[in-house]
């Protein structure tokens, strides 16, 4: 079984372009987060998804920053117009219904981003 | 977020038993406490989870302080790929909605 796929693995864009990084998560995972580590800072939660329906939205930083799941399967996490602060790897994760014996979040590998 | 306090990093050698402590005084009572670990280049990985009881996986087992403000991550014989940062997470439900992973111990396996 596949696990949690990210697109790309890197990327390197200039301030004030747009970047659109994109994550598979595990087939029939209807739960999907966003997680970010910036500058060598600590992983911070971005917002999570059920289905196709943002469910929190708390950790997005401004509005610069758009997240979909259109259909509540692939989702995408698009910049525009990215900051060089933007910089860091972006990290998204899929996970089935949380309850007390099922709370394992899997992780896919990350998306490099590098703003210059 | 309720905060959890780590040791920045900690040694084992290989085949050895880890202990990795986790000091967690703000804990609520539907607080659960998450271990996820993160290997060079690779995204989190979950590793174990409680919520008041200890608990045990083929990975490793949890051990949960009687007041629940502390907890050890137990490893029962480090390897090698067992070199990580380990992060203690609180969060006020299961699941991995909102998880606070802070600095974390970094693991370094001696062989």
């Known amino acids: 079984e596949a696990g949690v796929t990210q697109f790309p693995s890197h990327s390197v864009i200039e301030k004030g372009q747009t970047v659109t990084l994109r994550c598979d998560p595990i087939s029939g995972h209807d739960n999907l987060y966003w997680y970010r580590r910036v500058m060598g800072k600590e992983i911070k939660f971005l917002l999570h998804?059920?289905?196709?329906?943002?469910?929190?939205e708390s950790g997005m930083p401004n509005n610069r920053f758009l997240a979909e799941r259109t259909g509540g399967t692939y989702s995408t996490l698009k910049v525009q117009p990215a900051e060089l602060e933007d910089s860091g790897v972006y990290f998204c994760?899929?996970?089935?219904?949380?309850?007390?014996?099922?709370?394992?979040?899997?992780f896919g590998q990350g998306t490099r981003l590098t703003v210059v | 977020d309720a905060k959890t306090t780590q040791p920045n990093s900690m040694e084992s050698n290989e085949e050895e038993p880890v202990h990795l402590p986790c000091n967690h005084s703000?804990?609520?009572?539907?607080?659960?406490i998450h271990w996820y670990r993160q290997l060079p280049s690779q995204g989190p990985e979950y590793v174990i989870h409680?919520?008041?009881?200890?608990v045990n996986n083929r990975m490793a087992s949890l051990a949960i302080a009687e007041d629940r403000k502390s907890s050890t991550l137990i490893l029962h014989r480090a390897t090698l790929r067992d070199a990580a940062v380990y992060y203690c997470?609180?969060?006020w439900g299961p699941g991995a909605n909102n998880l606070f992973f802070g600095t974390g111990t970094r693991l370094t396996v001696i062989p």
């Open positions: 998804f059920v289905k196709e329906s943002k469910q929190d």
């Open positions: 994760a899929s996970s089935l219904p949380p309850g007390p014996n099922n709370t394992e979040a899997f």
């Open positions: 997470i609180l969060s």
């Open positions: 409680g919520l008041t009881s200890n």
């Open positions: 703000t804990i609520s009572g539907t607080d659960y």
